[in-house]
């Protein structure tokens, strides 16, 4: 059993000592080698069709020219989520290959040459928020792996500005009557709050309301206009007989 176990062990040494050789992984414009590495694409707003994520270049340093697949691998994805790439040879057009379901899907070979590059670029469509991490790897047949990088993507809901409600108050500071107008909005909330945050008035006004103030006490209060699916606004105002 010991014998049998330690059999297990040194061909596993072997072939990690000799998974990736001659095969270096870029990122493209890089110099440091991320072969087995993950590269982190975060905050991507969702929606996004076709959204460009990274690129890898992959050195072919085996001293020969190189029939190379790539399989790409859904270690996770967020459910509507889709991925795409591009594998061709470095500095021309490469091949771009359309979404799949399956969990793995390998490209047909390219021959890379003996000291050339293969330029391996990577795309998804994230309609929703949520997050991926798709798994690259280089094989000649699609099964017996040489090497892989992996991408992780978080998409995030897109923040939509509200409009802003453009708010004027006349006469101010007031005697009798103050006139508030709204623009921006077709229907809004209006409340008259004094310096203590007591609620002395509420109203609901479309485009413009008069508010009778001769029997508010003289001092100073504050109106707040609030609109559905507007960012709301405050006006101070002043109450003088």
Excluded at 20 to 47: C, R
Excluded at 72 to 78: A, D, H, Q, V
Excluded at 217 to 225: A, M, T, V
Aim: proline fraction near 3%.
């Amino acid at each position: 059993m010991k014998k049998t176990l330690l059999s297990l062990l040194a061909a596993s040494a072997l072939a990690l000592s000799s998974y990736g050789q001659g095969l270096v992984i870029y990122l493209d414009g890089g110099s440091t080698d991320v072969s087995g590495q993950e590269q982190s694409v975060a905050d991507i707003t969702f929606d996004a069709f076709n959204e460009h994520l990274v690129d890898f270049i992959v050195n072919n340093d085996q001293g020969s020219a190189q029939d190379w697949v790539i399989t790409r691998e859904i270690l996770n994805e967020t459910s509507g989520w889709s991925n795409t790439f591009c594998w061709g040879i470095n500095g021309a057009a490469g091949n771009c290959y359309p979404a799949s379901a399956d969990i793995l899907w390998t490209s047909p070979s390219l021959s890379i040459p003996s000291g050339g590059a293969g330029k391996l670029s990577t795309y998804v469509n994230a309609p929703t928020a949520g997050t991926a991490t798709y798994r690259y790897h280089v094989s000649t047949d699609g099964s017996n792996y040489i090497d892989f990088v992996d991408v992780t993507v978080t998409s995030v809901l897109g923040v939509d500005e509200k409009p802003s409600i453009t708010a004027s108050v006349a006469p101010n500071p007031a005697t009798s009557y103050v006139t508030i107008k709204a623009n921006g909005v077709n229907t809004a909330s209006v409340t008259l709050v004094d310096v203590l945050g007591n609620v002395v008035r509420k109203e609901t006004m479309s485009g413009s309301k008069t508010i009778n103030v001769s029997e508010f006490k003289n001092g100073i209060y504050f109106l707040r206009i609030e609109a559905e699916g507007a960012e709301a606004v405050t006006r101070k105002i002043i109450v003088r007989h």
